[in-house]
């Protein structure tokens, strides 16, 4: 449980409970991105609303609840992963033959993924009539990279989770869903089956899947696209944000730039609102301490703007927040 806030503390939680998309002017001309001049990015917001964002705590995050968003905290690793391993057997444990149900998960973060193979095997889950959808693929030379590719996200899931659970209560794999470069059959295949839970991370540039912020181009040059126009795009094929390039060749490719794809495809806002719950998982090194807090206090106050992809879950009816503590870090400034 959060212990209560005083003094200092407390003014500040009081400021983050106050409302907030009427207090920052999101209309008009915005500056030009710190990170790459001919993008949208969170550095384009009015710089109180980051100044307030910044002067969180840990514990006016987990005070940011509101209904349809919930902020859940969680003390060690090991109760964080097992939490979302568990939202695995929770989705597909309501699978029937006339109500197939499945989830769409993330690579990054992984670790939960083996911990859903032991528990299918430990339960003696059978997967007949359960469904998964992968959130993402790397686009190259045409088409989507193969399993072979190092960075493969279908690799990924396979390897960590599907390939490890008994062949007698195994998914079949016509039920796995990856998207392709052509999507059409991923795109149909959520009218397959039920998506109770899609999973998600968040990255450097605020985004779930590859669902980064737009180029600032064409209409969009002085202001980003309105959310409404944003939500129409289904699983595509996307440029990637520079920012996204360096987060997963630190994370994934030992920092070698040049070896990750500046293409991918992804799934899009279009099916992500088709999903019953959206849960997103931060653990601490995917983004920053900033991030975190940035995106927690768009959409608990209900400040949607494509700038923040993440913040568009503001008008999601079912949100989840889910912290590693330890991870959440502070914003102050901190030489080394």
Not at 56 to 71: K, Q
Not at 134 to 146: A, F, I, L
């Amino acid at each position: 449980m959060a212990k209560k806030a005083s003094g200092k503390k407390a003014t500040r939680a009081k400021a983050a409970r106050r409302g907030g998309k009427a207090r920052y002017r999101l209309t008009g001309p915005r500056p030009v991105s710190k990170i790459a001049p001919g993008w949208w990015d969170y550095t384009t917001l009015p710089r109180e609303l980051l100044e307030e964002v910044a002067r969180l705590t840990a514990d006016d995050l987990a005070r940011l609840s509101r209904d349809g968003f919930r902020v859940v905290m969680y003390d060690t690793r090991d109760e964080f992963f097992l939490a979302e391993a568990l939202e695995y057997i929770e989705a597909w444990r309501q699978a029937t033959p006339d109500d197939p149900v499945g989830i769409c998960g993330p690579i990054g973060p992984t670790e939960q993924l083996p911990l859903v193979a032991q528990l299918v095997n430990a339960l003696e889950l059978n997967l007949r009539h359960a469904h998964f959808w992968g959130m993402d693929e790397w686009y190259e030379n045409g088409r989507e990279v193969s399993e072979n590719h190092p960075l493969s996200f279908a690799k990924a899931d396979m390897d960590l989770c599907f390939r490890r659970i008994r062949k007698d209560l195994a998914m079949p794999r016509q039920n796995i869903h990856f998207p392709k470069a052509n999507p059409t059959d991923y795109i149909k295949s959520w009218d397959v089956a039920r998506c109770a839970i899609m999973q998600g991370g968040q990255g450097e540039i605020k985004h779930w899947a590859f669902n980064d912020p737009p180029k600032r181009e064409g209409p969009w040059t002085d202001v980003p696209p309105p959310p409404a126009e944003y939500r129409k795009l289904g699983t595509r094929i996307v440029d990637l944000h520079p920012l996204t390039l360096v987060q997963n060749a630190r994370t994934s490719g030992g920092g070698n730039i040049p070896g990750v794809p500046d293409k991918a495809i992804t799934v899009g806002p279009m099916e992500t609102w088709r999903a019953e719950k959206i849960s997103i998982w931060h653990p601490g090194w995917h983004d920053s301490p900033f991030g975190m807090r940035l995106t927690t206090f768009m959409i608990a106050k209900g400040i949607a703007d494509a700038s923040v992809p993440m913040s568009l879950l503001a008008e999601h009816p079912n949100v989840q927040f889910n912290f590693l503590r330890p991870g959440i870090g502070t914003c102050e400034a901190e030489m080394h």
